[in-house]
């Protein structure tokens, strides 16, 4: 069976919760990618900062990206995957809490993410459409 880890993008970079904004968002721009896990000083995850939450968070709601840090907009518990967890189980994660992007850990250290098109890549047509649905509806 497939898992987690087969499909993961290993690698996956935080940006510390003290971290401006801004620097996300750069960070997001050099690595090519639309969320970084929020991580503490105790390396564990506190959240997700998506390029939405930058738009709509900081720069719609007025505030300053340069001084407002990454950790300020980390939002109750994080969804995470275990590295050894079967792909049907993040598909039913990612469909659920309807989430595009799906932190992997190892105990709690992040080893990867899982994204829509990971999952798009490896699961079979109909449940793609089903998890493209889910994500899509509001």
């Known amino acids: ?15 510390g919760a003290q971290e401006s ?11 090519g990618v639309g969320a970084l896990p929020i991580c503490g000083g105790d390396h564990k995850l506190h959240g997700m900062l998506t390029d939405r939450d930058v738009v709509v968070k900081v720069l719609g ?6 001084t407002c840090p990454a950790g300020d907009l980390a939002q109750g518990e994080v969804v995470t995957m275990g590295v050894d967890d079967d792909v049907e ?23 990867g993410m ?20 889910a994500l899509s509806t509001n």
Request: glycine share 6%; proline share 5%; hydrophobic share 45%.
């Open 61 to 66: 709601a007025g505030k300053d990206p340069a």
């Open 1 to 15: 069976m497939t898992k987690a880890r087969d499909i993961m993008n290993g690698g996956a970079e935080c940006v």
């Open 21 to 31: 904004v801004l620097d996300a968002a750069r960070k997001m721009k050099d690595l």
């Open 89 to 111: 189980e993040v598909l039913r994660t990612m469909t659920e809490h309807r989430i595009r992007r799906l932190p992997v850990i190892d105990g709690h250290d992040l080893v």
């Open 114 to 133: 899982v994204s829509q098109a990971d999952l798009a890549c490896s699961l079979p047509d109909p449940k793609v459409a089903e998890l493209l649905q």
